[in-house]
Nanobody, 126 residues
Framework: QVQLVESGGGSVQAGGALRLSCTAAGRRIGSWGMGWFRQAPGKEREGVAAIDPDGTTSYAVSVKGRFTISKDHDKNTLYLQMNSLKPEDTAMYYC????????????????????WGQGTQVTVSS
C-alpha cells in the first residue's frame, strides 16, 4: 500500500508563499499520476493541481498562474509551490497518487487516485 506524507503547510499572510511537499515513503514516483487537492470547512474537496507521468499538468482556474506543481524524480517528491496566496486558499491540502495511471483519467478528478495522504493545513490571513 502506498503511503503519502505531506509537509510544508502553515500560516501566512495574504500575498505570501508556501511550498508543499509530498513523499511516498521511499517509493519511486516517476510513473505515477499525482495531484494536490484541498478541502475547506463546509466545502467539497476540489482538485488544485496535478501532473501525469509525462509531465502534463492541470490546474484549477482559481490557482492558475499562482501555483506550480512539480515532481523531483531523484527525491521521489511531489511539490506544490503556492505564491500570491489568498485567504480563500485556506484549506487542508492533500496529496494524491496512483501508480497505474491512464491517459483516460481526469487529472483533477479525485476518483482518479487510489492513495491519499493525511493532509497539511494551509491558513492564509488577510
Amino acid at each position: 500500500q502506498v503511503q503519502l506524507v505531506e509537509s510544508g503547510g502553515g500560516s501566512v499572510q495574504a500575498g505570501g508563499a508556501l511550498r508543499l511537499s509530498c513523499t511516498a515513503a521511499g517509493r519511486r514516483i516517476g510513473s505515477w499520476g499525482m495531484g494536490w487537492f484541498r478541502q475547506a470547512p463546509g466545502k467539497e474537496r476540489e482538485g488544485v493541481a496535478a501532473i501525469d507521468p509525462d509531465g502534463t499538468t492541470s490546474y484549477a482556474v482559481s490557482v492558475k498562474g499562482r501555483f506550480t506543481i512539480s515532481k523531483d524524480h531523484d527525491k521521489n517528491t511531489l511539490y506544490l509551490q503556492m505564491n500570491s496566496l489568498k485567504p480563500e486558499d485556506t484549506a487542508m491540502y492533500y496529496c494524491a497518487a496512483d501508480r497505474c495511471w491512464s491517459e483516460m483519467r481526469s487529472l483533477l478528478g479525485g476518483s482518479s487516485y487510489s492513495a491519499w495522504g493525511q493532509g497539511t493545513q494551509v491558513t492564509v490571513s488577510s
